[in-house]
């Protein structure tokens, strides 16, 4: 399915991501599609446009940077999800799921912060909650979308694996 380019920004960002577990053994895990996107439907936010060209580029300590200014005058879903998607891309697992979780604290029908945070779980071993958050996508797309597809794709290429 192609992404309309005014409301996502994919990336081709697969790859192999190592994880700390409890901050000691490291091992790697098999390859999780990323893309970045965002959930523009509310159209209240900030302009997200240099950060979604510095994500594309995989600038991700430029993203980084703006987003924390962002975070700091906005508190909006979109900034958040975007905020765990980068550091999530630099392995910075524990601190993306905090701002996944805010993501949807914020706006529990983000459907990209529950695709992300699935992809999240997924690269940490988590297969279990990934369902939970396919659960969600399940209940908020009942006649499907590209967050929905995309997470069932992720699982069942971790599965694969």
Do not use: W
């Not at 706006?107 to 992809?119: I, N, R, S, V």
């Not at 940490?124 to 939970?132: E, F, I, N, V, Y």
């Not at 958050?133 to 997470?151: H, K, N, R, V, Y």
Request: aromatic share 8%; with cysteine; hydrophobic share 40%.
């Amino acid at each position: 399915m192609k992404r309309s380019f005014t409301n996502y920004v994919v990336l081709a960002a697969i790859g192999f991501c190592s994880v700390s577990a409890a901050g000691s053994a490291i091992s790697t895990l098999t390859a999780i599609p990323a893309f970045a996107i965002d959930d523009m439907a509310t159209g209240n936010g900030p302009d997200l446009t240099s950060v979604r060209a510095k994500i594309a580029a995989k600038d991700y300590a430029a993203a980084l940077d703006e987003l924390r200014g962002l975070a700091e005058d906005n508190q909006q879903a979109d900034v958040y999800n975007l905020l765990g998607y980068t550091l999530r891309m630099t392995g910075q697992y524990d601190t993306s799921l905090a701002y996944y979780n805010k993501a949807l604290q914020l706006q529990p029908d983000h459907k990209a912060a529950h695709e992300y945070l699935g992809e999240l779980y997924l690269q940490t071993g988590d297969t279990a909650k990934a369902k939970l958050q396919l659960a969600s996508l399940e209940q908020l797309c009942p006649a499907g979308c590209e967050e929905l597809t995309d997470l069932e794709e992720a699982i069942a290429a971790h599965a694969g694996n």
